[in-house]
Nanobody
């Protein structure tokens, strides 16, 4: 599976962005998907995960109530809608595919494929 993330950019605090991650291949629905983020000098941080069909979602406490993960298996795409953005949300955001049984894992080493990252900058 190859993943291509897009949608990052510069936004003011309180604003919104929607990230997209397009996957290649015909087995997209067999992967749970996740979003992570990373700030230079820090470890990659779990943001959200979604189950294979999209019926279940899981969020880090820091984004719960502000971010929404969704997927469209017909389009081989996963999304991250980010609302009420804060300066501390500034990071490179990565999408990832997990072929294991634990769809809601927060551990980056349990994800098998990664997108290239898209930069989100939130100004105060």
């Amino acid at each position: 599976v190859q993943l291509q993330a897009s949608g990052g950019g510069l936004v003011q605090a309180g604003g919104s962005l929607r990230l997209s991650c397009a996957a290649s291949g015909r087995t997209f629905s067999s992967y749970a998907m996740g979003w992570f983020r990373q700030v230079p000098g820090k470890e990659r941080e779990f943001v959200a995960a979604i189950s294979w069909s999209g019926g279940n979602t899981y969020y880090a406490d820091s984004v719960k109530g502000r971010f929404t993960i969704s997927r469209d298996n017909a389009k081989n795409t996963v999304y991250l809608q980010m609302n009420r953005l804060k300066p501390e949300d500034t990071a490179v955001y990565y999408c990832a595919a997990n072929r294991g049984s634990n769809w809601r894992t927060m551990e980056s080493n349990e994800y098998d494929y990664w997108g290239q990252g898209t930069l989100v900058t939130v100004s105060s």
